[in-house]
């Protein structure tokens, strides 16, 4: 008899597995990534750079600490054999500055025999924080205006 084996999702089952989480992200939903995400995790964004899924989930939860109605649309999905790019955008209103919005990108790393995501680096601008911020804003705005293209 032919043996059968256990079926393994595909990376883009993977893929949109881990984007609906994220465009879906409340403070009760963080746990639910346990089941798709490595215990040593590569998370990278211009704040942070951890390897491990505790601390994921810690940047995570201060993200709802820090903020207000933050919430992720992921709006590209770019699905290969081993990773995927994304395109989102992030809306969240910021102490000080306000609302933000921040268009951004991030690469995703899948072990397809695991079903887990091991890495998820960020990219994206942060200037838009900085510029709006009192005091180093100022300073920020002159030099930006400086570089500019006339």
Known sequence: MPQHLPSVKTASELCQQY????S???PETLD???AIVSDDIHFKDPFNDVRDFGKMRQILAEMFEHTEGPAFTVYEQNVFDDHAWLRWKFN???PVIGWLSVDGASRISFDITQEKVIEHIDYWD???IYMRLPLIGVLLRQIHKRMSAK
Request: hydrophobic share 45%; glycine share 0%; proline share 6%.
């Open 19 to 22: 984007c609906d989480l994220f």
């Open 24 to 26: 879906n992200l409340t």
């Open 32 to 34: 639910q990534f346990k």
């Open 92 to 94: 969240a209103k910021l």
């Open 126 to 128: 942060s200037a838009p």
